[in-house]
C-alpha cells in the first residue's frame, strides 16, 4: 500500500523533503478518489536505484468484482525522458529571451498575418518614444509614414521560407513624428504554429544624411 510504501522508504533510506511530500500527495489522491469515485490525474517523483524518475499517473476506481471490497487503481507511465526535454526547452527559451531583452539593437517580432507587434525589446521602446504596452498596441504599418506604405508592403509582404534573412532599407516613424531612417534585418520563425517575422534594426540616420550630403 502508499502507507507501507511511505513508511519502508523512510526506514531504508533518508527521504528529502519533496519525495516524502509526493508520496503523502499519492496518498491522498488514492483517499479522494475512493472517497468521490473520481478518476484523478497525478504527477510525482520517485527515488529508484538509477535515480530520481518522474511519473505521471491515472488514479481510478478498480472496476467492481462480485465477492471484491472496492479498491483503487494507479496506473502510472515514466515521464523523466519528457520532464528533461521540457526543463531543456524552458532553459533554452529563456536563454533567448535574455538574448533579447537584453539586446542593444531594437528587436522585435511581429505576426506575419496581422502585422501586430508580438513582443518588442527596452531598446526598441527608447528609440521610438513607445512604451512596451503602447508598442503592442500598434502594427508595424503605424510606424511606417503613409507615403511610405506601398514600399513597405513591397518589402515586407512576400511570404518567405522560415529561416531566410532579408536586408532592406526603411523610413520608421518615431512616437514624436520624426523619421528614423533604418536598415532592418528580419526572418520567419515559427513560434508554435504562428509564423512571426523576427527583425533587428540599424539605425543608419546618420549615414543616409552623410550620403546625402556627399551627393550635393
Known sequence: TERSFINRS????????????DGL???????R??????????EYSLQVPQGLR???????????????????????????DQKAAEAA??????????????????TWLVDEETLRFVAVNDAAC??????RDEFLQHSLPEIHFSEDHAGFREAFGARRPVGVRRAFRARHCRRDGSALEVEVHSYTILLGQRR?????????????????????
Open 10 to 21: 523512510a526506514c531504508t533510506r533518508p527521504l528529502g523533503l519533496d519525495l516524502l511530500l
Open 25 to 31: 500527495e499519492r496518498l491522498r489522491s488514492l483517499r
Open 33 to 42: 478518489v475512493f472517497a468521490s469515485g473520481q478518476p484523478e490525474k497525478l
Open 54 to 80: 518522474w511519473f505521471a499517473a491515472d488514479v481510478r476506481m478498480t472496476p467492481p468484482v462480485p465477492g471484491r471490497a472496492p479498491s483503487v487503481t494507479l496506473v502510472a507511465r515514466d515521464v523523466t
Open 89 to 106: 526547452l524552458r532553459e533554452s527559451e529563456e536563454r533567448y529571451r535574455l538574448l533579447f531583452d537584453l539586446s542593444p539593437l531594437p
Open 126 to 131: 527608447t528609440q521610438y518614444g513607445y512604451s
Open 196 to 216: 512571426v517575422r523576427f527583425a533587428v534594426i540599424f539605425d543608419i540616420t546618420a549615414r543616409v544624411q552623410l550620403e546625402e550630403q556627399l551627393r550635393q
